[in-house]
């Protein structure tokens, strides 16, 4: 089973429509990212959910809007899409520290979805 | 605000022989966890090595080691024994112990190549 699904895998579209990339972890994390990776392999973290309430928002163009149904599920809407929109765009989750528990600290990443816009 | 540096854009290194990853990192927190993730060109993200910021003892993950120096805020990785299954990209990355902004902060990347 996988841990940390994404799909589509591949997604080529126009400049101007808009996408939806879903994301979908079965490893029980309550906490879960979505991470942008340049043309230059630069990752960069967008956004986090934890327990879905947004906890962190980077500066990101208001065209790019998460949403998590619940804590096993974050899906990353963009708007108006954008020749520099292109990119590998990475989910990833983890588990908070829970008060006695242990935490690796670790992300674990789906296999990412490039995006292609033309 | 956190930063993660790795000044080595490319590096190779001959089959079985030994490799080793620069990762320098800035912080003023005492209290971390900094990763080495190994991106194939499958781009899947792979973790390779885990280190606490508490702990003196350089971890170790088979022919994986780290050179973890907290005072020089250095990460370094060493890969023995490199086989040709090792050629990828190396991220170094720097997270926070604290959960409120515990987002994961990757350096520039390496791109290793292992020549037979």
């Known amino acids: 089973d996988t841990a940390v699904s994404q799909t589509p895998k591949y997604l080529v579209t126009q400049m101007g429509n808009d996408k939806s990339i879903k994301c979908e972890q079965n490893?029980?994390?309550?906490?879960m990212y979505w991470y942008k990776q340049d043309s230059k392999k630069f990752l960069k973290i967008m956004f986090s959910?934890?327990?879905?309430?947004?906890?962190i928002n980077e500066t990101v163009p208001n065209r790019f809007s998460p949403k998590s149904p619940d804590k096993a599920h974050l899906n990353l809407h963009i708007n108006s899409l954008e020749l520099g929109d292109s990119a590998v765009y990475f989910c990833?989750?983890?588990?908070?520290?829970?008060?006695?528990?242990?935490?690796?600290?670790?992300?674990?990443f789906g296999e990412g979805s490039r995006l292609t816009v033309l | 605000a956190q930063t993660v540096t790795q000044s080595q854009p490319e590096m190779s290194v001959q089959e079985a022989e030994t490799v080793t990853l620069s990762c320098t990192y800035d912080?003023?927190?005492?209290?971390?966890?900094l990763f080495w993730y190994k991106q194939p060109p499958s781009r899947q993200m792979i973790l390779v090595i885990r280190?606490?910021?508490?702990?003196?003892q350089n971890a170790t993950e088979n022919r994986f080691s780290v050179n973890f120096q907290k005072a020089a805020k250095s990460f370094s990785l060493k890969i023995s024994d490199s086989q040709l299954g090792d050629a990828a990209m190396y991220f170094c990355?720097?997270?926070?112990?604290?959960?409120?902004?515990?987002?994961?902060?990757f350096g520039q990347g390496t791109t290793l190549q292992v020549k037979p």
């Open positions: 990355a720097y997270r926070s112990a604290s959960w409120n902004t515990g987002k994961l902060i």
């Open positions: 490893l029980g994390h309550d906490t």
């Open positions: 280190q606490e910021a508490y702990k003196q």
């Open positions: 912080t003023s927190e005492s209290d971390y966890y």
């Open positions: 990833a989750s983890s588990q908070r520290s829970l008060t006695g528990g242990e935490n690796t600290g670790e992300l674990f």
């Open positions: 959910y934890n327990n879905k309430e947004l906890i």
